[in-house]
């Protein structure tokens, strides 16, 4: 399976898997998958415009171009980012992230 994860060299390093695994109560649930989801921007338009749209139609978002992207588990932001390209592939560098308090709370 191909690494979907590229942390950077230096500030920030992250914890390895033994830390995480001797907290109480986390080594239950570090194996299991979780959805990321990154929100580039939203929009309300009429069931009529959504009928209308074809191949060439431009949604507007209410995100302005330079804006960080909202990175999304479970229905919570839980970080900020920007749009990175590795290889050929897109991905986002997150530049902003909540507390990892406020992590653990929003699982609950």
């Known amino acids: 399976m191909r690494n ?3 942390h950077s060299p230096g500030e920030g390093a992250p ?3 033994g830390d995480l695994e001797n907290q109480p109560n986390l080594s239950m649930i570090l194996d299991l998958p979780l959805e ?3 929100r580039l921007g939203q929009t309300k338009i009429l069931i009529r415009d959504l009928l209308r749209l074809d191949r060439n139609s431009v949604l507007e978002l ?3 171009a330079d804006d960080p992207l909202d990175i999304v588990v ?3 932001v839980l970080a900020r980012g920007e749009v990175v390209v590795i290889e050929d ?3 986002i560098r997150i530049t902003d992230i ?3 308090a406020e ?3 929003t699982l609950a």
């Open 4 to 6: 979907r994860i590229h």
């Open 15 to 17: 914890e390895t898997d």
């Open 36 to 38: 990321v989801t990154v």
């Open 62 to 64: 209410d995100q302005n």
């Open 74 to 76: 479970n229905d919570r």
């Open 89 to 91: 592939r897109l991905g």
């Open 98 to 100: 909540v507390s990892r």
């Open 103 to 105: 992590r653990v709370d």
